[in-house]
């Protein structure tokens, strides 16, 4: 099957899932998106990924298998505060998750970061050793990155200053005003769950659609706006369907977030929760995704050191849910640096045929 009628299948299959309740003007979105560039149409099409990349390396399908993150890209990295109001900082968003090889993770992570900057900023060399070393590292010692007495580095990085935190609120408050023109109601469903995930009770609520990422566009989204003691709250709620790769390749239906979410070597964000077919999130200029809005964001985010936390963040991400060390320790050492380059490239190029076969049926 071609990519474009593979993504007609998809998105019928989305519908679908939703009954009926898509966003068509997020999904055009997404479709132009996915004929920007290559970083973006592998950041748009977990789905098709989950599809093919077994047949591109087939030699990932025998490795030990965990419960993944799926949809590992540079950008599904954020920041969040704790139960104990510390930052945190790592992997952020688990819509895809489901038992695979392990290796998918960081294979995808690293093709993600090939295609969104080398050779400007790192050779695919290079890339692929940094990412398995910081892997390697959160195997053996698995942690939290909690950016208060440690990790000041990314701290730096990553907090919002004071400009920062009032474009975000100008944002939303622009958004809430027309809001209250447009006058939509949220479902019943997503209502009753942003109201639930509020700090207290009495507190009315201003909500309004959400458009954002880009592989889940087509999913509707509900921000709830309220003032609690003063200052202004924010949630969101995102619908939920099975993850791609259980699309395809089998496995259980629901959805598997909070596991990975509240692993053992997570600092997790307490309003982070799957409810049924609903996530709803704190939104805050501190609880946040990380985007590349620029190319200056991506020599940031191709920095040698982050890489290597990025890896290591997903080490714990794995085991945070199982005994894994020692069979997935056991199973890297008999990996060599080539061969895994050699995965990675092989993903790059399918990734490259998808995304010319989509630009040019587009044209």
């Excluded at 895994?340 to 587009?362: I, N």
Aim: aromatic share 8%; hydrophobic share 45%.
């Amino acid at each position: 099957m071609g990519v474009v009628a593979a993504n007609r299948a998809y998105e019928a299959w989305l519908k679908e899932q939703l009954d009926g309740d898509v966003v068509v003007r997020d999904l055009k979105l997404k479709r132009a998106k996915m004929g920007e560039d290559a970083f973006s149409f592998l950041r748009a099409t977990y789905w098709l990924w989950a599809e093919t990349i077994l047949d591109a390396c087939p030699d990932l399908a025998t490795l030990p298998a965990v419960l993944a993150v799926g949809d590992t890209h540079l950008e599904n990295f954020g920041t969040w505060t704790d139960r104990e109001g510390r930052i945190v900082w790592g992997m952020n968003d688990y819509d895809e998750c489901a038992a695979m090889p392990y290796l998918l993770d960081i294979v995808r992570l690293a093709a993600s970061a090939a295609l969104a900057g080398v050779p400007r900023h790192m050779s695919l060399k290079a890339v692929c050793a940094t990412l398995l070393d910081g892997y390697r590292e959160g195997l053996t010692k698995p942690l939290a990155f909690v950016l208060d007495r440690s990790h000041l580095w990314l701290r730096t990085r990553f907090v919002v200053d004071e400009r920062q935190r009032a474009a975000f609120w100008k944002k939303i408050e622009t958004q809430r005003d027309a809001a209250k023109r447009a006058a939509r109601r949220p479902p019943a469903a997503s209502r009753a769950l942003l109201e639930k995930a509020l700090p207290g009770p009495g507190i009315a609520l201003a909500c309004w659609p959400h458009t954002a990422g880009t592989g889940s566009l087509g999913r509707p989204r509900w921000l709830g706006y309220g003032v609690w003691r003063s200052a202004p709250v924010l949630r969101e709620t995102k619908a939920l369907v099975p993850s791609g790769w259980v699309r395809v390749h089998g496995g259980p239906a629901k959805p598997r977030l909070n596991e990975l979410a509240q692993g053992r070597f997570r600092a997790p964000d307490p309003w982070y929760s799957a409810e049924g077919s609903l996530l709803v999130r704190r939104l805050s200029p501190n609880s946040r995704k990380i985007n590349v809005e620029s190319r200056r964001d991506i020599a940031v985010l191709l920095q040698p050191e982050l890489l290597r936390a990025m890896g290591r963040d997903l080490a714990a991400v794995h085991l945070g849910t199982g005994n894994h060390s020692d069979a997935l320790r056991a199973d890297l050492d008999t990996r060599e640096q080539r061969w895994f380059r050699a995965q990675v490239a092989a993903a790059m190029d399918m990734v490259h045929r998808q995304y010319e076969e989509w630009r040019k049926a587009a044209k």
